[in-house]
């Protein structure tokens, strides 16, 4: 493996406010003087030399040209030309001579998309993550989506477009409140079953009574009644029938004596009527003290019969709405298991896309970075000073680049802490790190750290 490059001299001639300065990086090099002193002269020309900066105005007032120099450590030099008109890049060797295409050869060597770790300190976390994901674009497709969910993947409608992390997050969000919504109506059929459970009797009621078999008794009873009535009633009307035909024959036979029997006959035949009245009378009465008990016990037996039907009608259509029910809840529990193995692939996907996170220990969470450290897992902004620096420093190391350089203007916004953080951690990571720092100094002082020994040296 090739050794890291570094930047060893950094050189500016006429540039913004400085006539001339020269710097040699350390693993962190600050830039400190009061406002106008040209602190911000020394981040726009470096951006100038990368390419990514702004050159118009770059010259300093009065001059007819400029540069800005910069030399790595395997002599590999670059200097970028500035006339009113013009901006030339050339780069060389001491050993090989010219470098041709200069521009093409220090983009292959360094990133001009290096983070700026004060900006990254600064923010909240939902902007870190922001920071987070615009350097890792991480894509998730339909179909690891889809394996995801499972079973339940054709009862929803997602959009897989944008990063990864946000795309789980949408889709979690779904099956979670899907799972909301069913968890809530297995809880309410729940309770519906527990009321028609309270609704049955403690003892299942009789069986059905055969009714139609008790009706049909009474109704034949009370035609054996009815026919025993006719017959009383025929008896009485053939006897009387009987009587008068005596009393004509009596009358005919006896017409002499028509007058002192007539009255005799009328007697004894209404008489005779009266009695013949009276027993069948009486015999209706008799039959209906025999039939009427029985009749009434046959209506009861079936009013009580009907009560039993209904009451058993009653029992197994609650018991079969019971089934129902309980096969409801089942099913509803059933989706919510699958929601719930469905969640539970979906924060393994989730997972293991965060593990391609430019940062090790990190995860985005409701579109905020969380920081995994030795307390736990916790929003960025409250982990300790020093896990905030390294995230910051590892998320520039994520940017792919043989020179590991970050120009940081805005260094002053950090405390002294913070600072003393970025002091010890950019050594041990590779890293340089130019900034800014507004002090009282009127002259511009550079304060440079040792990548080596974190020895300081002002100039």
């Not at 780069?91 to 060597?109: F, M």
């Not at 929003?379 to 000073?385: D, E, M």
């Not at 020179?403 to 203007?409: S, T």
Request: hydrophobic fraction near 40%; charge should be negative; charged fraction near 30%.
């Amino acid at each position: 493996m090739s050794e890291q490059l570094t930047i060893k001299l950094i050189r500016f001639v006429n540039i913004g406010g400085i006539e001339e300065l020269e710097i040699e990086p350390g693993a962190l090099t600050m830039i400190e003087g009061r406002n106008g002193r040209g602190k911000t002269s020394v981040i726009d020309g470096i951006l100038a030399l990368l390419g990514s900066g702004s050159s118009s105005d770059l010259l300093r007032e009065g001059a007819d040209s400029g540069e800005v120099y910069a030399e790595l450590s395997n002599g590999t030099w670059f200097r970028r030309r500035f006339t009113r008109s013009t901006n030339t890049l050339t780069a060389g060797n001491p050993e090989t001579g010219a470098i041709s295409r200069a521009k093409a050869y220090l983009e292959s060597l360094i990133s001009t998309a290096a983070l700026d770790p004060a900006r990254f300190l600064a923010a909240d976390d939902e902007k870190r993550a922001q920071m987070v994901v615009a350097a890792a674009p991480i894509a998730v497709t339909p179909q690891e989506i889809g394996e995801a969910l499972g079973d339940i993947a054709g009862g929803i409608s997602f959009d897989s477009r944008g990063h990864a992390l946000d795309v789980i997050n949408r889709v979690h969000k779904i099956v979670y409140d899907m799972r909301t919504g069913v968890n809530a109506v297995a809880k309410r059929l729940e309770g519906s079953l527990a009321d028609l459970r309270d609704t049955l009797p403690s003892d299942a009621p009789a069986g059905p009574v055969d009714v139609a078999s008790v009706r049909a008794e009474l109704v034949q009873l009370q035609e054996q009644a009815r026919a025993a009535e006719q017959s009383i009633e025929h008896d009485t009307s053939e006897r009387i029938s009987n009587l008068r035909a005596i009393r004509d024959e009596a009358i005919e036979a006896a017409r002499a004596e028509f007058e002192r029997l007539c009255a005799e006959a009328r007697e004894q035949c209404e008489r005779a009527c009266e009695d013949a009245r009276l027993h069948g009378a009486e015999s209706i009465r008799a039959l209906h003290g025999r039939v009427q008990p029985r009749i009434a016990e046959l209506e009861a037996t079936i009013k009580s019969a009907e009560q039993a039907n209904a009451a058993a009608e009653t029992y197994e259509r609650t018991r079969q709405r019971i089934a129902a029910r309980v096969q409801e809840i089942e099913a509803e529990k059933a989706k919510s298991r699958a929601l719930t193995e469905a969640l539970v692939r979906l924060d393994a996907l989730k997972t293991s896309k965060a593990s391609q996170l430019p940062l090790r220990k990190a995860e985005i969470r409701d579109g905020k970075l969380f920081l995994h450290t030795d307390g736990g897992v916790v929003p960025s902004t409250r982990a300790n000073r020093a896990e905030q620096v390294k995230a910051a420093l590892e998320l520039c190391l994520a940017v792919p680049s043989k020179i590991r350089f970050i120009v940081a203007d805005s260094l002053e916004c950090l405390d002294s802490d913070t600072r003393a953080q970025l002091e010890r951690a950019a050594p041990k990571m590779g890293i340089q790190i130019i900034g800014t720092r507004v002090t009282d100094d009127e002259q511009l002082v550079v304060r440079t750290v040792n990548a080596r020994n974190g020895a300081q040296a002002g100039v």
